[in-house]
């Protein structure tokens, strides 16, 4: 298939190229476009025909459901049953990365929202979304640009790269300005079924209530009940295994001494400058109180740790308050739990994924 690009400006964006974006949608095309948090790959949420298209060309399960993105309350309120209450909150809060679940009219078909009578819907907080969708004129159905289980796509070089040639239309523009994906909250039970960047506080404000955060929110081990159809896959990983590292930070170097294997490193600035391996193999996310720049260059991270060509790679664990609860959640996935906290820990991992002779791998003691 041949793709067309559409390079439109993030501040400005040129008219004409919007409205051939959104021509493209109304014919029932795939169109992947950028958002504030992370690229989506998009079709017209009312035609179930170009939505499947979507499912094929990520190869997602079809009972994992698909958020529709709206430019304003009218859209929103067409293909939501969303109370009173909530409709003036949500004109306040949106545009932003809060992505809302409740009961569907019906209009959106049920294919798009994985057999569900509830519907997760979201007004992106990013001109050229907004303006496409405008233009458009109908809702649009987008999951995260990436093919399932892989890192999103924060940055038009990498949709480029998972889609060219499979899409009809990639609109580039400027990276993602927050880099993870909305935090999803269902309004029936106000719980948040996947955090994002807009927090757990920036809910109880908005919203004046407490909201709900469990296992499935913090993405841990075992969650099988499917609350939110997306959070039982297997997500965000790269080819490269990666392990999380939970351990005390001054200890890691001298854990890591041992390993005879090449491996890389993902992690803040102040564990890369700690590790004595070459830079070619560190990729360094930001300074550990920059919470927001470590989420915005987590997914590039992750994607590019697979062109290092190491035999395993380590991430830096972070607490899961903030802005962290969204990070550690990405992460606990990318590394499907794999975990250590010390230097055996290391060694079980290495054995479990036979990875080099681990017997060559005299990891020290970490005390
Ligand atoms: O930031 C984002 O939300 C991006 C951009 C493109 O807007 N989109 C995105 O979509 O991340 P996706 O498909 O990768 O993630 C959608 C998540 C999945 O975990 C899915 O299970 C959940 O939202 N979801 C969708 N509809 C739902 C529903 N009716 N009930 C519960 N969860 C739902
Ligand atoms: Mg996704």
Not at 243 to 250: A, N, P, Q
């Amino acid at each position: 298939m041949r793709t067309r690009i559409l390079r439109i400006d993030a501040d400005k964006p040129q008219k004409e190229k919007i409205a051939q974006a959104a021509t493209a949608i109304r014919k029932g095309k795939v169109v992947v476009f950028p958002t504030e948090t992370v690229y989506g790959i998009g079709a017209n949420a009312l035609d179930a025909r170009a939505c499947r298209e979507i499912f094929r060309v990520k190869g997602r399960e079809g009972d994992n459901p698909l958020i529709v993105h709206v430019s304003d309350m009218e859209m929103a309120c067409g293909i939501g049953r969303i109370d009173g209450r909530n409709r003036k909150i949500l004109a306040r809060v949106w545009p932003a990365p809060l992505t809302v679940v409740v009961k569907s009219t019906g209009k959106v078909p049920r294919s798009v929202t994985g057999g569900l009578d509830t519907i997760a819907i979201r007004m992106p907080d990013n001109k050229v979304a907004l303006e496409l969708i405008g233009k458009a004129g109908v809702p649009i159905a987008a999951p995260s640009a990436n093919p399932s289980k892989m890192p999103s796509s924060t940055a038009f070089r990498h949709a480029l790269r998972y889609f060219k040639g499979k899409v009809d239309v990639i609109i580039g523009s400027k990276d993602s300005r927050l880099g993870l994906e909305s935090t999803v909250l269902d309004l029936r039970t106000f719980a948040i079924l996947r955090p994002g960047v807009f927090t757990k506080r920036d809910i109880e404000t908005a919203f004046g209530r407490k909201a709900r955060v469990d296992a499935v929110t913090k993405g841990e081990k075992g969650v099988t009940k499917a609350i939110s159809p997306g959070t039982k896959y297997r997500h965000y990983a790269p080819s490269t295994p990666l392990f999380m590292y939970t351990g005390r930070k001054s200890a890691l170097t001298g854990i890591l001494s041992g390993i005879r294997t090449r491996y890389a490193f993902i992690g803040t600035d102040e564990a890369c400058s700690m590790l004595p391996i070459g830079k070619g193999r560190k990729i360094q996310l930001g300074r550990r109180r920059d919470m927001g720049d470590i989420a915005r260059n987590l997914f590039d991270a992750l994607i590019r740790v697979d062109s290092i060509g190491a035999d395993f790679a380590v991430v830096e664990s972070f607490s899961d308050s903030g802005i962290g609860l969204a990070i550690m959640n990405r992460l606990r996935k990318a590394s499907s739990h794999s975990g250590f906290s010390d230097a055996k820990g290391l060694l079980i991992l290495l054995k479990r994924y036979g990875i080099g002779a681990h017997e060559d791998n005299k990891v020290q003691s970490s005390h």
